[in-house]
């Protein structure tokens, strides 16, 4: 699945601009680890202060392997946030092995880079005019200029990318009030929606998987930095082309973090609360049902308190195979009981 025809100049152009960016600006952490992989001069060069003390090569990482960036939050049993973890009660496995730890520390400055993916069909209609505002607080609350980036993304049957990754919150605030209920065409003598399944056209449908997808695939994938989708719907798909376990592997490829708000309307069956989970829980997010339209302002507060309350890890894989294989992740704390950690269950090994 892919944006809708009008979106494409703009998404290629800031999909150009984002490449360059990339070549030009290291992360953070990608500076650190190049600091540590200059290697140490060698006994014969004349130009080595002799004064100097050698570079244990101990300490160097190898050139050309490629770090592992976990983010993670911790809470207790009565989901109050942990702040004061250490590095030594951290244990990090890949496939069961552990890693040695590269980098370890909260991470309250990395940039955001953030899509609002909302519903807009028919199950969300009334929920709609709420939903702008709320989300209109949340960005006002969340987003540094500048720093961090936010793209609007309305789906039904189709993904439509009313607004590209932009820091500047008055043009999010904008996109957000174009964010309308997309009707169905009219068919027969009496009119109705169009059938969303064995049709030409998905419009009345809605494609959550897709368009997950999509904007996991074509938008965040090259993005540097915390990428994360705050995705708004009932979890209800009815016209997706892929299944939901292709959403999660494409998160997981863009080093995507899902947050979900279940929002849905009785009359159509309500939140599928169960679908929301397993899209956020697998990417390291979690998925937020409030009880109703006057709870969301509390749903966005506790996905900010989230996004503030998170630790980075960064390792260098024991398993340098570049088999493009899956490779599962844990975060163990030890000596604390009852902690759940939420990260992403793993990543994909890049293909050699």
């Given amino acids: 699945m892919q944006y809708r025809k009008q979106s494409y100049p703009v998404a290629l152009a800031a999909v150009a601009t984002l490449v360059l960016a990339a070549l030009l600006i290291a992360p953070p952490f990608e500076k650190a680890r190049a600091q540590q992989q200059r290697p140490a ?11 100097q003390d050698p570079v244990d090569e101990a300490q160097t990482i190898k050139v050309g392997t490629q770090l592992v960036n976990v983010l993670f939050s911790a809470t207790d ?3 109050r946030y942990i702040n004061d973890l250490k590095q030594e009660e951290i244990t990090i496995l890949e496939d069961g092995k552990p890693q040695e730890i590269f980098i370890f520390k909260r991470e309250m400055d990395l940039p955001l880079t953030m899509a609002i993916l909302i ?3 028919g199950s969300e209609q009334f929920a709609l005019p709420r939903l702008r505002d709320t989300a209109s607080r949340f960005v006002e609350s969340v987003v540094r200029q500048g720093k961090d980036t936010v793209a609007v993304i309305q789906f039904e049957g189709e993904a439509t990318l009313l607004q590209n990754l932009t820091s500047n919150p008055a043009r999010v605030r904008k996109a957000l009030e174009e964010v309308a209920y997309i009707a169905p ?10 059938p969303p399944i064995n049709s030409g056209s998905r419009q009345g449908g809605t494609s959550l998987h897709d368009a997950v997808i999509a904007t996991s695939a074509d938008l965040l994938a090259r993005e540097p930095g915390r990428k994360t989708i705050i995705l708004i719907t009932d979890g209800d798909d009815t016209t997706s082309r892929r299944k939901i376990g292709d959403a999660i592997d494409e ?8 947050y979900s708000i279940g ?4 009359a159509y069956g309500g939140v599928n ?4 989970k397993r899209l956020s829980e697998s990417t390291g997010g979690r ?3 409030p009880k109703g339209l006057r709870d969301l302002d509390n749903a966005f507060a506790q996905l900010e308190q989230d996004l503030r309350q998170q630790y980075l890890i960064a390792y260098e894989p024991a398993n340098e195979a570049t088999d493009g294989a899956f490779r599962k992740i844990e975060v163990k704390v030890a000596a604390r009981k009852d902690l759940r950690v939420r990260h992403r269950r793993g990543y994909y090994a890049p293909k050699g």
């Fill in 185 to 194: 065409p009219p068919i027969g003598v009496f009119g109705g929606p169009t």
């Fill in 287 to 289: 998925a937020i049902v």
């Fill in 41 to 51: 001069p060698s006994k014969q060069d004349p130009k080595q202060d002799p004064k």
């Fill in 77 to 79: 049993k009565q989901n």
């Fill in 263 to 266: 929002v849905g309307d009785p």
């Fill in 119 to 121: 519903d807009v069909s």
């Fill in 251 to 258: 998160a997981l490829r863009a080093e995507v973090v899902i």
């Fill in 273 to 276: 609360e169960g679908v929301l």
